[in-house]
């Protein structure tokens, strides 16, 4: 989802138009699989030798409703002897740009079937999300599974926005798809674009412009509330579909991070229960765009491992496959276990950068590690602490939406600056209230979901409670301290009755409301010395739209106003933030 290339970690990217392909992933794989913004996972299972040239040709795949579907096909031959799999990628970025992957996978006995989404480049129609995508990615199976050549199968593949054109596959039986390597998607287009009820104005509307297609952005601003609109593109009720097993890759700072992984989730819990264990996730320390200020060590492992693993997972659902190439390797033989055994989760847990740190390593597990969820709890004299507090006297927080907290990092698409950035330039604002906890005198590490749970009230009726969590330690050989981002998150509180609430609800003026405000997973190391810091904001722009504190819809415009709000924590209002810590030694360094 990107306009431009924007390099991911050390990661192999594709833009929306061009390629970024990083020499680590290039060396195992000549074509391999450039993913994240605009993904491209061409050809992650690629040959060393090319078979003759293969035939190809653009054809009109006709959905249900009589649109045309722009296609290009690959083929060892125009009549090929041999029934043969398919592997198909689903695209708003201009298909043909996927060619360059045709012969590597013919070379594997594949047939491509690369095709431009509805409304997109040179299929018909009007565009229109991924509201589509179920049934003409069913419709072209369908066409696919009906040709004389084919064996029957069709993996899918395909990041970001061709991500989630997989996932949406789902929503309807796709009774022919037989594997999928889904990277940097989500199943969740709602609550993933409304986050906790707060507009993400500069992924969306970015995104949309960076498309060409602005005039959507109206679509989804009328729709800020859960409706029918977004059925067909939330798969939350529908994993029940689920008969293929699937390589999922995330990163823990990409913009679908959490959707990401619930749909992993949906797939291991509720899909079919013969590929319940045959679901994989490789969860990066990365994201759709670079620019975090910390350097991990070590993160193109699990690039190539992920690569691997789709590579075997694919040919061995869709198998048998007609050898066309001798010298093809075997992807399986790549991979460091045998792929029956392979763990269904693999990690990085990060830690504050530098050979000496804690953290900075890959680990591996068929399930998360045991969590001791651990409160920090905001005291007085801006103290986060383990200890309950007294009486204490409430904080108050301002909030101007004419001069927003401006954003600083966290899982941005076009942002320039994302991932781990130093929060100290917003730290000290006085409309940004700060919790600080004393210097460690252990590790703390911690893995899962990151939430901390408010007390408020204010004298507006709607407003935002933006929420960070930082490691705060001083730099070295310099004596002002940096406060690194951890996980951020926001509640818009007129939607705070969650997800799915129809209509917003005002807050009452002087009420106080309780609130959970989800910052995200996470699996990081506090090291000794640091300090753990949760800041609170009622702003986090352009990341998320600037509240006008009125209650007024999203697309209404008009004024705004100065809003006056309290932060409740005291022994009745235990404001605190809930750690999911973990023992390292349950976290085996790979």
Same mark, same amino acid.
């Given at each position: 989802m990107a306009r431009r290339c924007i390099p991911l970690g050390v990661a192999i990217l594709a833009a929306s138009r061009c390629y970024v392909v990083a020499a680590q992933i290039l060396n195992d794989h000549p074509m391999a699989f450039p993913f994240g913004s605009g993904a491209r996972v061409d050809g992650f299972a690629t040959s060393q030798a090319m078979a003759p040239t293969p035939y190809n040709t653009t054809i009109k795949i006709k959905a249900r409703d009589g649109t045309m579907l722009n296609t290009y096909l690959w083929l060892p031959s125009a009549s090929p002897s041999a029934k043969i799999p398919a592997i198909m990628e689903r695209t708003p970025y201009d298909a043909s740009k996927l060619n360059g992957a045709g012969p590597s996978w013919v070379s594997r006995g594949y047939a491509c079937i690369w095709q431009d989404q509805r409304g997109r480049f040179g299929s018909n129609g009007n565009y229109s999300f991924w509201r589509f995508g179920s049934t003409d990615a069913a419709d072209t199976i369908a066409w696919v599974v009906a040709q004389p050549w084919s064996n029957g199968k069709v993996a899918t593949m395909g990041g970001s926005a061709d991500g989630i054109a997989q996932y949406v596959q789902g929503m309807v039986p796709?009774?022919?798809?037989?594997?999928?390597?889904?990277?940097? =998607?989500?199943?969740?287009?709602?609550?993933?674009?409304?986050?906790?009820?707060?507009?993400?104005?500069?992924? +969306?509307?970015?995104?949309? @412009?960076? $498309?060409v297609e602005p005039d959507y952005v109206k679509v989804l601003e009328a729709n800020e509330g859960e409706s029918s609109y977004w059925d067909s593109i939330d798969m939350t009720s529908h994993f029940g579909n689920v008969h293929w097993p699937a390589v999922h890759v995330g990163g823990w700072w990409d913009i679908f991070q959490q959707a990401n992984l619930d749909a992993y989730d949906g797939y291991r819990t509720q899909g079919d229960p013969s590929v319940r264990d045959r679901q994989y996730f490789v969860m990066l320390p990365t994201g759709h765009c670079g620019g975090g200020a910390v350097k991990w060590p070590n993160v193109s492992w699990g690039n190539s491992y992920a690569t691997h693993l789709a590579s075997a997972l694919t040919d061995a659902a869709a198998s048998p496959i007609p050898p066309t190439t001798p010298t093809v390797p075997s992807a399986s033989d790549l991979l460091p276990w045998p792929l029956a055994s392979a763990p269904k989760l693999v990690w990085y847990v990060m830690g504050p950068g530098g050979l000496l740190s804690k953290g900075n390593f890959w680990t591996s597990g068929d399930d998360w590690p045991t969590v001791t969820t651990t409160p920090y709890y905001l005291t007085n004299n801006n103290k986060l602490d383990t200890k309950p507090p007294g009486a204490v006297a409430p904080t108050l927080l301002l909030s101007d939406? &004419?001069? *927003?907290? *401006?954003?600083?990092?966290?899982? @941005?698409?076009?942002?320039?600056?994302?991932?781990?950035?130093?929060? /100290?330039?917003?730290?000290?604002?006085?409309?940004?209230?700060?919790?600080?906890?004393?210097?460690?005198?252990?590790?703390?590490? $911690?893995?899962?979901?990151?939430?901390?749970?408010?007390?408020?009230? /204010? @004298?507006?009726?709607?407003?935002?409670?933006? #929420?960070?969590?930082?490691?705060?330690?001083?730099?070295?050989?310099? &004596?002002?301290?940096?406060?690194?981002?951890?996980?951020?998150?926001?509640?818009?509180? !007129?939607? !705070?009755?969650?997800?799915?609430?129809?209509?917003?609800?005002?807050? +009452?003026?002087?009420?106080?409301?309780?609130?959970? #405000?989800?910052?995200? *997973?996470?699996?990081?190391?506090?090291?000794?010395?640091?300090? $753990?810091?949760?800041?609170? &904001?009622?702003?986090?722009?352009? !990341?998320?739209?600037?509240?006008?504190?009125?209650? &007024?819809?999203? @697309? =209404?415009?008009?004024?705004?106003?100065?809003? $006056?709000?309290?932060?409740?924590?005291? =022994?009745?209002?235990? /404001?605190? +933030? =809930?750690?999911?810590?973990? /023992?390292?030694?349950?976290?085996?360094?790979?």
């Open positions: 796709q009774p022919n798809l037989v594997s999928q390597f889904v990277v940097v =998607a989500t199943s969740q287009l709602h609550r993933t674009f409304y986050q906790q009820g707060a507009f993400r104005e500069s992924l +969306v509307v970015g995104w949309l @412009n960076s $498309i939406p &004419a001069i *927003p907290v *401006p954003t600083l990092g966290g899982g @941005n698409l076009l942002l320039p600056k994302c991932g781990p950035q130093d929060q /100290s330039g917003t730290d000290d604002r006085v409309d940004v209230l700060k919790f600080t906890s004393d210097r460690l005198t252990e590790n703390i590490a $911690i893995t899962g979901k990151l939430t901390v749970n408010l007390y408020v009230s /204010s @004298n507006v009726t709607d407003t935002d409670f933006a #929420v960070k969590v930082t490691d705060a330690y001083p730099s070295l050989g310099d &004596a002002t301290p940096k406060s690194m981002l951890v996980q951020d998150g926001i509640v818009r509180m !007129r939607w !705070r009755e969650g997800p799915m609430a129809a209509k917003p609800t005002p807050m +009452v003026s002087g009420q106080v409301y309780s609130i959970a #405000v989800e910052l995200g *997973p996470t699996s990081y190391v506090f090291n000794t010395g640091h300090q $753990i810091r949760v800041t609170i &904001a009622s702003s986090n722009f352009p !990341r998320f739209s600037v509240n006008p504190n009125t209650g &007024a819809p999203l @697309n =209404a415009g008009g004024p705004s106003m100065v809003g $006056i709000h309290t932060v409740w924590h005291d =022994a009745v209002h235990l /404001s605190h +933030v =809930a750690l999911p810590v973990v /023992s390292l030694s349950d976290m085996p360094e790979l």
